[in-house]
């Protein structure tokens, strides 16, 4: 996509958000995001299929992000170690959406649609992860075992984060992957 | 509910699932589901809300056998352990429904709205078990990053015992929590 695309789709996720955020999800039309945008009604649909996709816009590039630095990673690298290299490699993609975060998060609370949606996307995320293992030789179903416990310390990782960015995105889910090594033990000491 | 009408769930579980595999999920109807298991479509409506239902009923018992076994393990239990334990504790619902598990899932693949429905479910799920490990004391997120890498645990044994049911699902669980611990040890050997 050209810069200009580029430039159109970001403006459209921010109107969305400001939108949906001033007058409620439903109330918002295509239409509505696209003009306070400044692009056409059919720019919206080059880039999006519906005003849902605009939330999960970011989602999309984090999976093929990941997917990549999963495949760069050393090949010897075991699965949670390389997952761990590939969360480290995309957290500027989180912190650039920090701003954007907060009011997405209470949009799609709002919205049970919204948030079968993220359900949705959430375990697609999984599957890709998985599947970018797999591609590494890592077999069924452990690929898809380490995607989920990969993903569990991603989610935790972001809590924390949300709840209190003092420390850097980094350094949470170095303290989740630890976190996971303790509770995985046979003899957890707490 | 009384005797009769736990029956009468059942078998509605099991007409459905015959009517699903005979004649497709959507060309079947709740008055076909209720008539195949000798009872009115009244009685069905007083078990399901919807047919999709019928099909994750199994699901909702688990949940409420997972949260009784969770609250009652000895409360010095680290997290993963009360999972483990729970699981187990929960292997026979599974070994009863075996028969119509391979049936169920061949619905629920050839339909978008029931693997969205399913994904929602394994949420809902994810939520009871954090839930319940938070009853216990642990804090959030660490109950969550438990109650997550204790599911993908369960998903691993239940995919290999569907795969070869030579070992029981206990033995797999076994294997998926020391499989969890292996690879969640900073130096995977492998």
């Known amino acids: 996509m050209p ?3 580029e430039d159109a789709r970001k403006r459209l996720r921010h109107a969305a958000l400001e939108l949906f ?6 109330q918002t039309t295509a239409a509505q995001i696209a003009a306070r945008a400044g692009v056409t009604e059919r720019t919206f649909f080059r880039h999006f299929p519906d005003k849902r996709e605009v939330l999960f816009d970011g989602q999309n590039l984090l999976n093929t992000a990941l997917s990549d630095a999963i495949a760069k990673a050393p090949p010897e690298l075991p699965p949670i170690q390389t997952l761990h290299r590939a969360f480290a490699s995309v957290t500027e993609i989180f912190e650039k959406n920090r ?3 907060e009011p997405r998060q209470r949009i799609i609370s709002g919205n049970p649609a919204l948030q079968e949606r993220e359900v949705a996307k959430h375990a697609a995320m999984g599957r890709a992860v998985a599947e970018a293992l797999q591609r590494r030789g890592v077999e069924r179903p452990r690929a898809d075992l380490a995607a989920q416990a990969g993903l569990a310390v991603l989610g935790y990782a972001l809590h924390a984060w949300f709840a209190d960015s003092s420390l850097r995105l980094d350094d949470y889910l170095d303290r989740g992957f630890a976190e996971l090594h303790n509770l995985a033990s046979p003899t957890d000491p707490r």
């Open 3 to 5: 810069r200009s695309g």
């Open 21 to 26: 955020a001033e007058n409620g999800f439903d």
């Open 99 to 101: 701003p954007f975060s």
